[in-house]
């Protein structure tokens, strides 16, 4: 589960740098609660963006700042805990 998120958050940060623009984005996934998509999606936009709500805080949703692909590994970390916690269906 864990090497997924990390593949998620690559390419979402490299696709959102190419088409979008350079620079640190916001990650978020909803709490299980708080989604009308029964399923695990990962939202990426700009770090002083909004969607769907988010960024806000948990329960709703959970949301990290990522500046490099490097942090990649240590975001997924993060978003395992939350879900291991039982408050994101995967």
């Not at 989604?35 to 999606?41: D, I, Y």
């Not at 709703?60 to 500046?67: G, Q």
């Not at 990649?72 to 395992?80: E, I, Q, Y």
């Amino acid at each position: 589960w864990q090497s997924m998120l990390v593949e998620l958050l690559i390419d979402a940060f490299i696709t959102y740098q190419t088409e979008v623009a350079e620079g640190p984005v916001q990650q978020c996934i909803h709490g299980a609660d708080f989604v009308s998509t029964k399923w695990l999606h990962l939202h990426t936009f700009c770090v002083d963006g909004q969607v769907d709500g988010m960024p806000k805080g948990w329960p709703y949703a959970h949301c990290e700042t990522m500046t490099e692909v490097s942090e990649a590994g240590m975001l997924a970390a993060k978003f395992s805990v939350i879900t291991e916690m039982g408050s994101v269906q995967v």
